[in-house]
């Protein structure tokens, strides 16, 4: 793989750029946050896995070239993002069906989320976001190196050093948060918070998917 990366002052400007752009929480550290916070550190690591899944199959596409028709055809990059809001107004739409108040006025356990349908949701909720294709199109093309070949090598070398980096940082902050969460999940009525809280960021992704271009 290190004959594919770029000569070493490109490499570490991208490692410098790469760590920036993470440095700033956004929408993925969100989601993760959020699933470690109403589900549990597993949850939050399988989302963080599945995030991380969708985001090398957009560094295969850039490669291949498939993002760049993507980015140029308004109409499939409309259907993807749509179809990437549904799916969050789903997932938002099924958090808050969950988080009913027991008899006794307290919030039940919340049912359990299976391992697949955890990595799942993350791969389906990045693949289904056409913004990252773009993002990897327009990052990076900047970081090859014109005097080695092929640059569609190193455009997938580049990428996989970035989702690696992803993450690191994205299972970081589920580590945290479900630590933090942990003291409070004890509590019934903490549990609905959270679990209605959850809810409401995946509709605010939602409507962020398709308000902000």
Known sequence: MTALL???????????????????????????????????????????????????????????GLAALLARSPVAFDAVRWGGAAYLVWLG???????????????????????????????LVD??????AVFFLAFLPQFVDPGRSPAAGQLAALGLVFVALAAAVDSTYAVLAARLAARWRASGRVRLVMSRAAGGVYLALAGAAVVVR
């Open 6 to 64: 770029p000569s070493t002052p490109l490499l570490l400007a991208f490692l410098g750029a790469t760590l920036a752009t993470l440095a700033v929480p956004g929408p993925s550290v969100l989601y993760v946050v959020t699933r470690s916070t109403a589900h549990g550190r597993r949850a939050g690591l399988l989302s963080m896995l599945g995030l991380e899944t969708g985001a090398a199959l957009h560094v295969l596409a850039a490669a291949l």
């Open 93 to 123: 739409v099924r958090e808050l069906r969950t988080a009913r108040p027991g008899t006794d006025g307290d919030a039940g356990t919340p049912p359990p989320v299976g391992r697949w349908r955890l990595f799942a949701d993350g791969v």
């Open 127 to 132: 693949v289904l976001n056409p913004k990252t």
